[in-house]
């Protein structure tokens, strides 16, 4: 069976420095910083390049969102890190970073009839009155993925890259396998 190919959409990364910061102190060194306590309790710091938001948490954890590679996550991350660290020179230069969630969407190449797919492929939730797609988990890899009637997948909590790719590819298997695509 040919690959499928996936595009990645977002990436959730996340990273805790063993240490808590002080918002306001480190605020000023990230430039453009969004802080307003009573409306949430981080800092939100958007960056242009790579185009992503870091939320920085006192307890001093980080939530990186909207990159496009594993890769950008990182840098993004260590760049906040980095800037903080001018403010904050007690701030670890050694902190680990876990990969939370990878979203990614790709296209089977035909039309499902998502009412048979719910009928008969385990593992699913339709309710097309609450939600225009249907619901499939896999426990290997333990994905998430969302199918729509157009062919169109978003396959939602992977860890990898890799992950993502096998859960729309064994998807796509299983689909042919019950004559559903």
């Known amino acids: ?24 102190q480190v605020a000023p060194a990230l430039e453009g910083v969004e802080y307003n306590s009573e ?3 981080g800092l939100v710091y958007k960056l242009k390049e790579p185009k992503t938001a870091a ?30 660290r001018a403010l904050d020179t ?3 230069h050694e902190f680990e970073i876990k990969i939370q969630n990878i979203v990614a969407s790709a296209n089977l190449g035909k ?7 719910a ?7 339709y309710e097309p009155e609450q939600f225009p797609g249907l619901v499939y988990r896999l426990d290997d890899p333990k994905v998430v993925l969302l199918l729509f009637g157009s062919g169109k ?6 860890k990898s890259f890799e992950d993502a790719q096998l859960g729309v590819e064994k998807t796509k298997e299983r689909l042919a396998e019950l004559d559903l695509i």
Request: charged content about 20%; overall charge negative.
């Open 90 to 92: 007690e701030i670890p």
């Open 39 to 41: 409306q949430f309790p």
């Open 119 to 125: 009928l008969d492929l385990e593992n699913t939730e």
């Open 55 to 84: 939320l920085i948490f006192g307890s001093g954890k980080l939530v990186c969102t909207g990159a496009k590679s594993i890769e950008d996550s990182k840098k993004a991350i260590h760049i906040a890190v980095d800037k903080m």
């Open 153 to 158: 997948v978003v396959c939602t909590g992977a």
């Open 1 to 24: 069976m040919t690959t499928v190919e996936i595009k990645v959409e977002n990436i959730v990364a996340s990273a805790a420095l063993g240490k808590s910061l002080d918002l306001p």
């Open 111 to 117: 039309t499902l009839n998502l009412e048979s797919v």
